[in-house]
């Protein structure tokens, strides 16, 4: 491998159920505001839980960007998932000094940009199935595979917003589409990480995409007990570390980052908003669907994020928790913590956005290390909203119910990601 | 660099690589009539794995029940490339130091499932439509909840894992020829980044199912192959063993010009006529040669019967290998294996990797492309012994 180049992070974007861009997210998220609200996108009315994280309005794009989106739109190849990504890069790209068809201020040839996305497919076209069979119902069901319209397969791949995003800004050097439920995002930055720090490229977008608040969704991890059904109180539902917590919420969004080589960066004079120091991924090699009780797969992510960062335990001050809200998650991620950092683990501070945004799934990775690239900047640990009543088996500082400033700076931080088939992330981010 | 410790192979051709490398060594065919319905589309041919029997053949019968095809299959060449499920073991590794990177199919739940939670569904006064209310009460109860976890694409790789006890890095890639090879290039940079000693790289994809059968119709897949089946899974390590003489040297991604949005033209709209694939089969060269590797004199194209795409690959590849002055012969497996998707990238590098060591060559060039305009090339050499 050749020379080891430093990743900094020169651009950011996101939209999430609390804003349409980061900065909005990020001032929802120190407020302690919550996105999670009652779903109005479909008659929830039957289900067991009624409520999401949901972006009621997708932000406006301008110009070439909607130009792009209408054109996408207009051929039926513009799925929700898609939409999300285009808007989240589109501030991400133009803040690192992009514009649309081409690097611009980046000042990088195409292939030597590369793209990492994390998304899914597959299961929307269940949802697409069924909901096809709801709005026709004079189809029979015997013929509701051909009456799927033209383009249905294509834009519901998980790999559709990564061949939209290359085509869009004209991203010619390595891509791929990470599909690790949900560590998507996560194990996407990594691969970046891994990429321009070899040298392979100079700059890469990388992030996550996710659109989750459909009724074929909700009803099916309804099903497997994964949600919260606390429908007297939607923002109150989402309450990671607490006693009471009796699952997770479902969000959508999307998150992105464009990370680049420091001495490329400073090259052409960009403004360095954080560094992506390591990254750890590992495989609980447990169950399909429960986290390992000791937490030693996530303590495997997290250690290995340290080993890749050539730091140490003590460095660390922050935790950006995976904190989905579920009875196992949060006891074996803690667990994780006190393994992985040892009994430093009692001197830091640890919180869960998805107590505000619900549970992005593939794009909680990016998103989240978004939000603490913010906290970084502003020595300010967002809360974990909810936690009220301590569980005797989560026994960090999570950080309960407001924002906390952090005098002399926070340090470094960890961003975590767990998801389904026992993936875990874990990204090392550091203040510019 | 990485060696190629482990080959696992299910497709088409024969089950096991053995018997894989029989059927392509003696000119067979491993298509046959489609046994689906297949009227009306492009093709009537379809490559299914003969002798595939889950739950005698895979390790824990327990959870056959649980897997997708593609994850049966997955795990059917794992532990083929691994030698066993007791690899960690009997090769004394750390199991946290074993990487799994892998490639999977379209994610979708088998049909037969979705229409049996439907037919469930039905307006008991009107039985050829469908009842919302009754969707998301007796018919979802006719439903394993545990079912749309077989649709997502890390289940393939969650599977091969754990059976074989792989915890280090972990990596699950989207549905396209081209993502096995950038799990490959996933691994092959992990090991040389020291993130871990050893990793599992695979394809997985079963595409002889209605679902894909349609999408690849509607993306003009079916004018040029066969829809098909099969995995394969290399073992790749940071250091040879003495059986395994074949090397890794270069492995290059890159991204196509995709097509912009054209409706039902996926697969063919290759706008620059084969520049960014030259260009990428050039640095590959270039890195496989500075390497240490000899001219390649083989090479396992990105070829899929389509006028297009297989012009653009021809293009390129004339042009790289009249630079290098090498006339190798350009194999393409899809007439004869079929079209296996996200397995196929990796299968090419099994097959180049077992002709390079049966004297077939001493350097292979492999080729992937995928729908999204991503693609991949990878250098295989053969390491004196």
Known sequence: MSARHEVVVTGMGCVTPLGGDASTTWQGLRAGRSGVRPIERFDASGFNTRFAGQIDSVPALEGAWETARARWDQADLLDRKTWLALVAAREAWEQAGGVHGGAGAIDAPAHRIGLSIGSEGGRRLLGAMAQRAIDSRDVPLESLLASLPPGEWARLRASHPTRVLASELDIRGPTRTVCTACTSSGGALAEALYLVRAGVVDVALAGGTDTLVEAFMVSGFSLLGALSENNEAPAEASRPFDLTRDGFVLGEGAGMLVLESEAHARARGATILGRLRGAGLSNNAFRITDSPPDGEGPAIAMRA?????????????????HG???????????????????????????????????????ACGAVEAITTLHSLRDSVLAPTLNLRTPDPECDLDYVPGVAREVSGGVGLALSNAFGFGGSNATLVLEAP | ???????????????GLEASMEGWLSGASGLAENPLPHEGLSDHLAGIVPGFRPRKQLPDRK??????????????????????????????????????????????TPLDEVLEMFRRSREPEEPTKLSLERLFTVGRDGYNPLSPLKTLPNMALFHAATALGLRGPHLALGSSPAAGLAALSGAHDALADDLCDHALVGGTDAQVELYRIHYLEEAGVLAGSSPAEGAAALLLAAAPDAESPVRIVAVGLAQEPPAGPVPGDHYSSVSDRGETRTGLYTRVLEEAWDGGAPPVDLVVADLWGLPTRDAAERSALATVLSHAGTD??????????????????????????????????????VTAGGSAGDLGAVVLHKVSA
């Open chain 1, 305 to 321: 994020a340290l080993r890749d960062a050539g730091v140490a335990a003590e460095d660390v001050g922050y935790v950006n928790a």
């Open chain 1, 324 to 362: 989905t809200s579920t009875q196992m998650n949060d006891v074996s991620e803690t667990r994780g913590i006190r393994r992985a950092l040892g009994p430093h683990a009692d001197r830091i501070a640890v919180s869960s956005n998805k107590s505000m945004i619900g549970h992005l799934v593939a």
């Open chain 2, 1 to 15: 660099m990485s060696f190629i410790v482990g080959v696992g192979v299910a497709s088409p051709l024969g089950l």
């Open chain 2, 63 to 108: 959870a056959v029940k649980l897997m997708s095809r593609e994850a049966q299959l997955l795990v059917h060449a794992a532990v083929e490339a691994c030698g066993g499920t007791d690899v960690i073991e009997r090769l004394e590794l750390e199991a946290q130091r074993v990487g799994a990177f892998a490639a999977a199919g379209y994610e979708v």
């Open chain 2, 328 to 365: 190798a012969p350009i194999l393409s497996t899809r007439p004869r294996t079929g079209h296996m998707g996200a397995a196929h990238g990796v299968f090419d590098v099994a097959l180049a990797c077992e002709l390079l060591r049966r004297g077939d060559g001493q350097c292979a060039l």
